[in-house]
């Protein structure tokens, strides 16, 4: 090699001495900045201060220094363009044939708790990704290298062929723009914030890869799960796995769901999902009791499922889940005694969630062919409802627990949904039906004689009283839903003929 030249600047210094020394054993000078300079130095690399490069000093606190034709020029010229070669000569530019560039920390900044906006903004980086977009439009020529995992493959290449293949050039040019836009997206978003955005003219997201799965939807499927840069530490994202085999895209979706669902509930719950429904939900005065109460809600379709549940996993509930088949149970935390029993099926997965950071509030995003929808979260509680109790009746003590406890989960179901509870948990679960009475018989047949004196939720008004006539016959004593249809008045009539007590929410809960 003759006479190559690096810029070397860089936040996080990983591998950076050892990258640095191999390239100058290879004929590279090095230019650098300040504390990358300084380190480099104390290591006993010859380094070339960018003041010496362009002939002018660091100036505004370090703000201004590698803002500069003689820095620009060098990245920027084509190199077999005649014309840009009589400029570099005429200005005495010398090529830089490799930028190593990452940005100041700002993700790392926004995450501290007492970060100030000051801090904030003094950490947005300019002339990094400056030079990193020009080196990277620029990749014919120059090696852009923003991340330090490939510090191996450049130093590789340029042993073995004399140069970086352009194929390799041209995927680091790649991963530059998307390093930088995933920069961009980051500030973007704390700016938006800070000003009260909730829908800009834009939408800027990125998102970091977490891992590869094996699988998407389906085997034939391809998948990957990304997590959001300082996205909730409540979320399976932010999921610590304790033990089993790894998640799969069915898994993740599922496991979702359930920590949706048990975030309702303040006393002791557990929530068992198949298919990113509720097939059983349990309240107690212990966190056994809420389980033994999932599981006793539908015993056949937990089989498989997976288990979210809001407090510490004991001894005596692990040992209740370790007689059944289970994907994945979800918790703050597991005692040592339960690791030790859960432990045993090698394949179940165990993971903790910081369920402190439940309250957290997040836009909902779903992607749809060419475009995303964006809303917030269904966080409407049963504090916020406009009660009101249009039949005679009006519901007992342990029928408002009943309702309540219908009310939290139905919300969660795939609409059309009808949930029906009693004593504490679900009984039965009706889900994405295309017609409401439809959604009540199957949560009807799957309560069978325990529908007696249950309570029943509804996502959604009743367009006739037929959902009302079939509660009635299955021995439903209660009923909660939005009202607000224009034949509210039949389901009354149809209440009040059978003695039900009905509320009306004034809120509706489809989910789709």
Request: charged letters at 25%; one cysteine or more; proline letters at 3%.
């Amino acid at each position: 090699m003759t006479r190559k030249r690096a810029i070397i600047s860089v936040s996080n210094k990983k591998g950076i001495v050892s990258f640095a020394r191999q390239l100058t054993e290879l004929g590279v000078e090095i230019i650098s900045t300040g504390g990358t300079k300084k380190v480099l130095e104390e290591h006993g690399i010859s380094v070339i201060g960018i003041s010496d490069v362009t002939g002018f000093p660091e100036i505004l606190d370090g703000r201004v220094k590698t803002l500069h034709p003689l820095i620009h020029g060098a990245l920027l010229a084509v190199r077999d363009d005649e014309k840009h070669q009589q400029q570099l000569a005429e200005h005495r530019i010398i090529p830089i044939d490799f930028v190593v560039v990452n940005l100041y920390p700002f993700q790392e900044t926004i995450a501290k708790d007492d970060v100030t906006f000051a801090d904030a903004i003094e950490n947005i980086d300019i002339g990094g990704p400056t030079m990193l977009r020009a080196a990277a439009k620029n990749h014919a020529y120059v090696t852009a290298i923003v991340d330090p995992a490939d510090y191996d493959l450049v130093l590789q290449q340029l042993k073995e062929h004399g140069s970086v293949l352009e194929e390799t050039r041209r995927k680091l040019a790649a991963k530059v723009f998307r390093h930088t836009a995933a920069y961009d997206a980051i500030i973007a978003e704390y700016l938006t914030k800070t000003v009260g955005e909730s829908y800009p003219e834009t939408w800027t997201m990125t998102f970091t890869k977490k891992q590869d799965l094996r699988y998407g939807e389906n085997p034939h499927q391809t998948a990957a799960f990304y997590e959001k840069p300082l996205g909730s530490r409540f979320s399976i994202a932010a999921a610590k796995q304790l033990h089993g085999k790894e998640l799969s895209y069915n898994n993740i979706n599922d496991a979702n769901a359930a920590l949706q669902i048990v975030k309702e509930f303040s006393e002791p719950a557990a929530v068992a999902v198949k298919h990113m429904n509720p097939c059983g939900v349990g309240v107690g005065s212990t966190i056994a009791e809420a389980f033994a109460k999932a599981h006793k809600a539908d015993p056949t379709s937990i089989f498989g499922g997976i288990i979210a549940l809001n407090r510490e996993v004991d001894e005596e509930t692990a040992l209740k889940m370790h007689e059944i088949f289970l994907e994945i149970i979800i918790a703050p935390s597991f005692s040592e005694e339960a690791l030790a029993v859960l432990t045993k099926k090698k394949n179940l997965r165990l993971l903790t969630v910081d369920f402190g950071a439940a309250k957290k509030k997040e836009s909902f995003v779903v992607s749809v062919e060419g475009g995303l929808l964006v809303q917030d979260q269904d966080d409407y509680t049963f504090e916020n409802a406009n009660i009101t109790i249009p039949t005679t009746r009006k519901p007992t003590e342990k029928e408002w627990e009943d309702l309540k406890l219908a009310w939290r989960v139905v919300k969660h179901v795939k609409s059309n949904a009808i949930v029906l509870a009693k004593d504490g948990m679900t009984i039965g679960v009706g889900a994405g039906q295309m017609n409401r009475v439809g959604a009540a018989k199957i949560a009807i047949e799957q309560a069978q004689d325990r529908a007696q004196g249950a309570a029943l939720a509804s996502d959604a008004f009743f367009p006739m009283d037929d959902t009302v006539e079939a509660a009635a016959k299955a021995g439903i004593t209660a009923i909660i839903q939005p009202g607000g249809s224009i034949r509210d008045e039949d389901s009354i009539k149809k209440a009040n003929e059978y003695g039900i007590a009905m509320v009306f929410t004034g809120v509706r809960h489809f989910k789709h």
